[in-house]
């Protein structure tokens, strides 16, 4: 069980995206959960990523200031995931 950085809601790691800050300081989604670095987690809809987004939950959990692509990326990747 995880904490979703938007809604603060615990569930299961199957259910959000991991987005990690690598030991070289890259941001990168990660959906398999086993990368290196510091990770935050988020759920798969858009409602969530936009209050993790308006309360810096992103920011607050990896301790750094987090680039707007990747905001992007996981807008993207949510409007995938919501088809399945």
């Known amino acids: 069980m ?7 809601e615990m569930k299961e790691k199957k259910q ?3 987005v990690v800050r690598t030991p070289e300081g890259e941001f990168v989604l990660d959906f398999t959960g086993k990368k290196s670095g510091r990770g935050v987690y988020v759920c798969k809809s858009r409602s969530c990523l936009e209050a993790a987004q ?14 707007q692509e990747i905001y992007l990326e996981l807008l993207k990747s949510i409007g995938e995931s919501d088809g399945e």
């Open 54 to 67: 308006k309360k810096h939950g992103l920011e607050r959990s990896l301790k750094c200031a987090v680039p």
């Open 2 to 8: 995880r904490k979703c950085a938007g809604c603060e």
């Open 16 to 18: 959000l995206v991991r």
